[in-house]
T-cell receptor, first 111, second 113 residues
């Protein structure tokens, strides 16, 4: 049930863009994206509930392709504050709310 | 509006002792989740509770681990006879209802010595 994330790690210079992918072997009902900094709680970024839905949050946006059972997180014009580990959490049943998280993508933004 | 509150933040236990971790969900939230995170790893689902009911405990080890969310008071994750492998960060999260955003607490770091 655990989704697969790629890449596992990425290093960016400030201002560069990145894409993080999350795919599942099961049909997805929802995808939730979080960012976690070392030693801290995961912080909610966005939730996608419908196939094909796209959401944006400042320069961070995401898409959800229900057919391909995958979601992508787009970070544009990255800032130093974007550094952290990004997790996607997926739910594969309508109404079920416990999420299964991928292994994370460690993003490091350098000056 | 206070977020998800967990305590203690850090807990040290000797092998064989019991660990009790407490979680108060966000105001108005009746759905609570517990996740475990080992160093440098992802979040592993343990248990999902609604007031007085365990909805899904498929991720929780059958032995030594138990969870409750009573009608009054916080949710409690209890680990009996702790072993070194139980050392991890335990995160509690809550949501208003199924399908809604899940918010995480700051975590409880358990160290077993």
């Amino acid at each position: 049930q655990q989704p697969v994330q790629s890449p596992q790690a990425v290093i960016l210079r400030e201002g560069e863009d990145a894409v993080i992918n999350c795919s599942s072997s099961k049909a997805l009902y929802s995808v939730h994206w979080y960012r976690q900094k070392h030693g801290e709680a995961p912080v909610f970024l966005m939730i996608l509930l419908k196939g094909g839905e796209q959401k944006g949050h400042e320069k961070i946006s995401a898409s959800f392709n229900e057919k391909k059972q995958q979601s992508s997180l787009y970070l544009t014009a990255s800032q130093l504050s974007y550094s952290g580990t990004y997790f996607c959490g997926t739910s594969d049943q309508t109404g079920a709310n416990n999420l299964f998280f991928g292994t994370g993508t460690r993003l490091t933004v350098i000056p | 509006n206070a977020g998800v509150m967990q305590n203690p933040r850090h807990l040290v236990r000797r092998r064989g002792q019991e660990a009790r971790l407490r979680c108060s969900p966000m105001k108005g939230h009746s759905h609570v989740y517990w996740y475990r995170q080992l160093p440098e790893e992802g979040l592993k689902f343990m248990v999902y509770l609604q007031k007085e009911n365990i909805i899904d405990e498929s991720g929780m080890p059958k032995e030594r681990f138990s969870a409750e969310f009573p009608k009054e008071g916080p949710s409690i994750l209890r680990i009996q006879q702790v072993v070194r492998g139980d050392s991890a960060a335990y995160f509690c999260a809550s949501s208003l209802s199924p399908g809604n955003t899940i918010y995480f607490g700051e975590g409880s770091w358990l160290t077993v010595v």
